[in-house]
């Protein structure tokens, strides 16, 4: 299914010999009840699979890591005629003809920790028309934001909005419309009953060479955003500076309310990067702890440390700053329900004695920490 006939490398075979030995020992040694599911794997089919598992299913809920191991085997990828891309796409396009349900094509979202009470406040504006802008620096989480919300939408977001659709910077279908006697080209999701997000509102007016439809489009979505009668709502996520111009450029922008995203302070980032684990374990398909990250996320200088797309430095094998296992010890007294005054005064000796941790790990919130952290894994 995942390979073609003539494309499967001959060490395939045993390896899926091995691991099934491997499976027939375990099922002779223990009951199904004792076998402890892997976090990573437990978290996706909590969150994806439906009631009734089968062969397919399963298969389908591979994590992209997974597939893209199994795309190892095949021999086009083994002698080197494909890329990586190249043999991980041809696994997903084969497994999608065969109608295995694509769900690991979606990415695990990272837990949102709603600091500022922008959530809502969301729900609040955009109850009804016009939508509202999200203002912050670069960095600051109003992507997280907005995408966090639309997440909820379904379930716990605004009730007369439920119905709705939401898309983010989905520039797919629609056409040319006529707008006040000239032509305007738009998108399908900018539509009666729909919720627009859009991080680049306006770049057309910016462009000296755009179509004139084209710059017409900007105009177009907030007067449609700004009639109550249309059920639009349309969302902004822009620099203050950047919104400005365009109030300059588009003056019924001044009546769309704003969310303000402050930057993250330091005693924010240990708890906002606890919220990317699910993340960093379902990319890697391992098991990703609160001391793993930490001792990767210490060697990291300073202006790192507010980034959350990269990851490689946090995928090395080994320790980067020698305090993983040090920590590990840490986590495990608070686990097991053994943390006393005496282990908070030990670790904060140890902090001190490790510079760069001070700037992460508080003594006094550990326990938080530790909480949060096997919370948001789904470990207990």
Known sequence: MAFA?????????DTVGYWQQIAARLGEEASTEDIKLNSVWARRWALELPNTIDVDTLLGSLTAASLRRL???????AEGLVTDDEAFCAVVDRMCRAGVPCRFVSAMPAAYMDRHGGLQELDRLLAQSPGAAILGSHGCGRHALITSWGQ???TSGPAELRHFGFNVDNYHGGGEVDWRGEAVVTYAAVDSRCICVISDFGAELDRDDSWDPARRFPAYCVELASDPTQQFRLVMVMTPEAFKRREQQLPLLRNFPRVEVPQIRDDELLALWICQLPVLEDVTGIEFTLARMLDRLVWRAPDRWRDFASHADLLCESEL?????SLRGFMRSVQRKQWTVAQEQ??????QS??????WVDPKRWPEFVALADAVRGVS
Request: glycine residues 2%; proline residues 11%; aromatic residues 14%.
């Open 71 to 77: 795309a190892s085997f095949a021999t086009t990828y």
């Open 5 to 13: 006939p003539d494309d499967v490398a001959p060490w395939f075979a």
């Open 354 to 359: 490790t510079p760069p941790l001070a700037s």
């Open 152 to 154: 909820r939408l379904r």
């Open 346 to 351: 030990r670790l904060e000796r140890y902090v």
């Open 321 to 325: 700053t020698g305090c993983e296992r």
